[in-house]
């Protein structure tokens, strides 16, 4: 198989390895990054920057994968934005990189349309981490054969998201319904998306909207099992009562 002779090195961890299962799956030979002749360097959720002697040893540079339709949300938390912005529609991107995050000519796209549909932010990931390493495997060739020109970003349209802490989970219950249950599903399963009660943190798992509010359907009290609320209320019957 003609693949097997492209030395492609991967980096990458967790959703990325799914980019590597599909280079795997179509025929390439994927080696050591500090071997020489590579050919290519695939990054795929990786979290760190290349330094310029990295991105300059392969023959044909570093592609990227990212879960976006690059330029808007560059850095660590793509999906969690997408999904916490209700945005209807994302993609991935393929970029060729340099030595700034998210920020290489971009080689390839494809739009994913959510429309109404409520993805938590695995679910969201695993659709764009599968359509990234497709779209991927479709783009090396045409890449290494010349047939990509590669289209430099609209930098004045990036939009950066940045890494969240566990405190970024709490929740503003002066904000709207439609936010709230935005944050549930894009907080699942960190930071998590929780509020304090009496002294307590407590965890909102899972809601939807139900006539313009917000109904919570499962939750989690520090130091307890998953319940749903109906299950929490016969044990705290004020609970509801002291969300404002």
Do not use: C
């Amino acid at each position: 198989m003609e693949n097997r002779l492209t030395r492609i090195a991967f980096l990458g961890r967790e959703y990325g390895l799914i980019v590597k299962k599909k280079l795997e799956e179509a025929g390439y030979q994927l080696v050591d990054p500090n071997s020489d002749g590579l050919d290519l360097i695939v990054v795929g959720f990786y979290g760190n920057i290349l330094p310029k002697e990295v991105l300059a040893k392969p023959k044909h540079g570093a592609l990227n994968v990212h879960p976006s339709l690059l330029p808007k949300y560059r850095g660590p938390t793509p999906v969690l934005f997408t999904i916490l912005n209700g945005d209807s529609e994302t993609g991935v991107t393929i970029i060729k990189m340099d030595e700034e995050v998210d920020h290489g000519p971009i080689l390839a796209q494809q739009k994913f349309f959510i429309g109404e549909k409520k993805f938590t932010k695995p679910e969201l990931r695993q659709i764009l981490w599968e359509l990234g390493g497709d779209l991927l495997v479709e783009t090396i060739p045409k890449w290494i054969g010349g047939e990509i020109q590669p289209q430099e970003q609209d930098h004045s349209k990036a939009t950066y998201t940045k890494k969240l802490t566990r405190e970024d989970g709490r929740i503003d219950w002066n904000r709207p319904a439609e936010y709230i249950e935005r944050q549930v599903r894009a907080l699942t399963p960190w930071p998590g998306a929780f509020t304090i009660w009496k002294g307590k943190r407590i965890k909102i798992l899972n809601a939807h909207i139900e006539g313009g509010k917000l109904v919570i359907d499962e939750l989690q009290m520090e130091g307890k099992k998953p319940t749903t609320l109906r299950e929490f209320l016969l044990g705290h019957k004020d609970f509801i009562d002291s969300i404002p």
